[in-house]
């Protein structure tokens, strides 16, 4: 399950303006999710599910459900993204969002093969949050509560699954694109990316130039 905004100027990746304008931004946000999706979509899954907040465009390969989010916070809607996903089809769930477009299929065909002998698996994030969680069985107190956008997010969320009396599996630790810096690096690790095209178009500054499709 990929966990995302509609890419839509103004609404997504505001904390790369500046430098970029905010219809930068948001072609960024886009080729972030592409990507994400690509991963998603060359994952051996049951389901694949986009939890999405706005409506699913172009962008948006086949062979998807999508499903709205639910709640208020963030914690709010991770949990009802669980609960909606296993509810369509009850068994593990691995969540991931569109802010790490160098993720691969093997990352991901790793998250989903733990959970046969692991609780949960985590990705933490190199800002402090986590750019995956997977569960075997979904249960929202293992998320509402959270602080979510903080530095110590993953910590948080990690001690909350610990706590649990969770077996976790660990994933390596990923770069989200947040700011600018990091969209850089993350461009640098994932160069035949779609996001990595699209921000070296961007700093070409080319008019009427469709980057990434």
Do not use: N
């Not at 465009?57 to 963030?74: C, E, K, M, S």
């Amino acid at each position: 399950m990929l966990i995302a905004k509609e890419p839509v100027a103004g609404r997504v990746k505001t904390r790369l303006t500046p430098p970029y304008s905010p219809a930068e931004a948001a072609a960024l946000a886009e080729a972030a999710l592409r990507d994400s999706l690509r991963a998603v979509a060359a994952t051996p899954a049951a389901q694949r599910i986009l939890a999405l907040d706005g409506l699913p465009g172009r962008w948006l390969p086949p062979g998807f459900v999508v499903i709205p989010q639910r709640g208020a916070g963030l914690d709010e809607r991770l949990a009802a993204a669980f609960a909606d996903a296993h509810r369509l089809r009850p068994g593990p769930v691995v969540l991931i969002g569109m802010d790490t477009p160098q993720v691969t299929p093997e990352l991901l065909g790793e998250a989903g093969a733990a959970l046969a002998d692991h609780d949960a698996v985590y990705g933490p994030a190199a800002d402090g949050g986590f750019w995956l969680l997977g569960l075997r069985r979904p249960d929202p107190a293992l998320l509402l509560g959270v602080p979510m956008s903080h530095p110590e997010t993953g910590k948080v969320q990690l001690d909350r699954l610990v706590r649990a009396g969770l077996a976790v599996h660990h994933l390596p630790e990923l770069v989200d694109v947040d700011t600018a810096a990091a969209a850089t690096e993350v461009a640098r690790q994932a160069p035949a990316s779609c996001f990595a095209t699209t921000l070296r178009t961007l700093h070409r500054r080319p008019d009427r130039e469709e980057p990434c499709r």
